[in-house]
């Protein structure tokens, strides 16, 4: 889930996930809740991109899935006037696999 540094869902984001082996990537925006859908994902290793302007560029590396299946990380953008990329090198806490089991 995407959201600003109030907490708020942030909407229309461009999020792209990319294998880190084939350099394939997919790209999708988050919706009105701040969700985007990555779904059947193969297993590997990814680069997860969330670029908006006016705001911060959050790189997540490391992004690691062991089975097919869904993919979601938790990331924070904050309004700015000064153009900035972060890059998180460690597998990221947020991450969630989704299924059909509740």
Known sequence: MIVG???GAVPGVPVT???DATGIAVT???GD?????F???DPGAYTLTAKQPSSNTVVQKNVRLH???DVTA???LKVS???ETVTVEASPVGVQFNTTNQ
């Open 5 to 7: 540094t109030t907490g």
């Open 17 to 19: 996930l990319q294998n």
């Open 28 to 30: 999708r925006q988050s």
């Open 33 to 37: 809740n701040g969700r985007y859908p």
């Open 39 to 41: 779904d059947q994902v």
């Open 67 to 69: 089975q097919r299946g």
């Open 74 to 76: 938790d990331i924070t």
């Open 81 to 83: 006037d000064l153009v």
